[in-house]
């Protein structure tokens, strides 16, 4: 009852109010997926990839840990500091623009220069584990994009901001980040337009070759049928 007052007082600037609301609530679902975390199984000698659709000049941070089966407990446990993880990522080119060995817990950083979508691949460097967890691995998995990849509270006592001026600061980036994903997107739209256009235009050709190809062979018959006519004497 309390809403449908509210509503009742704004009259004619209950929609604006309304549609404000909406673009704040998919402005805050917006900031919110572009964390992602999770945890996934792999083998001795699997690799498992992730695509990313990132915008150009983006800080990109990747932390993960790893996890063996412990068949005594029935429980996954911490795997050992021997393990490694080897990470590489390409960019929407091909171009390998990471690519290292990191132990069994670990951090990733990298800087995306071409927009478009990027490919995180994980696998591990061992086969030890194969022995106690089954052939199988844990990863847990968590990919920060953009401002989201800020340690904000370590930003605040490097610089000695404020409160405030920390606030302020989080949200120049994120609307830093939120041009970048609109000229992201204005890309993406761009090359699909291009990729219509090209589309259509050879649509058209083919259907001009294909009409071609059938006036050819109607004025090829008709001579055929003609001097086959011909030689039968019946024309």
Same mark, same amino acid.
């Given at each position: *009852? #309390?809403?449908?007052?509210?509503?009742?007082?704004?009259?004619? !600037?209950?929609?604006?109010?309304?549609?404000?609301?909406?673009?704040?609530?998919?402005?805050?679902?917006?900031?919110?997926?572009?964390? !992602?975390?999770?945890?996934?199984?792999?083998? $001795?000698?699997?690799?498992?990839?992730?695509? &990313?659709?990132?915008?150009?000049? =983006? *800080? +990109?941070?990747?932390?993960?840990?790893?996890?063996?089966? /412990?068949?005594?407990?029935?429980?996954?446990?911490?795997?050992?500091?021997?393990?490694?993880?080897?990470?590489?990522?390409? /960019?929407? $080119?091909?171009?390998?623009?990471? #690519?290292?060995?990191?132990?069994? &817990?670990?951090?990733?950083?990298?800087?995306?220069?071409?927009?478009?979508?990027?490919?995180?691949?994980?696998?591990?460097?061992?086969?030890?584990?194969?022995?106690?967890?089954?052939?199988?691995?844990?990863?847990?998995?968590?990919?920060?994009?953009?401002?989201?990849?800020? /340690?904000?509270?370590?930003? #605040?006592?490097? /610089?000695?901001?404020?409160?405030?001026?920390?606030?302020?600061?989080?949200?120049? &980036?994120?609307?830093?980040?939120?041009?970048?994903?609109?000229?992201?997107?204005?890309?993406?739209?761009?090359?699909?337009?291009? =990729? !219509? $256009?090209?589309?259509?235009?050879?649509?058209?050709?083919?259907?001009?070759?294909? =009409?071609?190809?059938? +006036? #050819?062979?109607?004025?090829?018959?008709?001579?055929?049928?003609?001097?086959?006519? $011909?030689? %039968? %004497?019946?024309?």
């Amino acid at each position: *009852m #309390a809403a449908e007052r509210v509503v009742r007082l704004v009259g004619s !600037s209950s929609r604006t109010v309304l549609r404000g609301g909406m673009r704040a609530l998919l402005l805050l679902l917006w900031l919110a997926a572009r964390g !992602s975390a999770l945890y996934f199984h792999i083998g $001795e000698t699997e690799k498992k990839c992730f695509i &990313e659709e990132i915008p150009d000049e =983006t *800080m +990109v941070i990747g932390n993960y840990r790893t996890q063996l089966y /412990d068949k005594q407990r029935e429980e996954y446990q911490p795997a050992t500091p021997g393990l490694g993880m080897f990470v590489e990522v390409k /960019d929407p $080119e091909d171009k390998v623009i990471l #690519a290292r060995q990191y132990g069994s &817990e670990g951090r990733f950083t990298f800087t995306s220069h071409t927009p478009g979508e990027h490919q995180i691949c994980l696998h591990s460097n061992s086969t030890k584990f194969s022995l106690f967890a089954g052939g199988m691995l844990r990863v847990h998995l968590d990919i920060q994009v953009g401002e989201h990849a800020n /340690d904000y509270a370590e930003i #605040a006592a490097k /610089d000695k901001l404020s409160e405030l001026q920390l606030r302020v600061r989080q949200l120049v &980036e994120q609307v830093e980040q939120i041009q970048k994903e609109q000229n992201y997107q204005r890309w993406r739209e761009e090359r699909f337009r291009q =990729t !219509s $256009e090209s589309t259509n235009q050879r649509v058209l050709w083919w259907s001009i070759l294909q =009409t071609l190809i059938l +006036v #050819a062979i109607g004025v090829w018959q008709m001579r055929h049928l003609k001097s086959f006519f $011909e030689a %039968k %004497k019946l024309v």
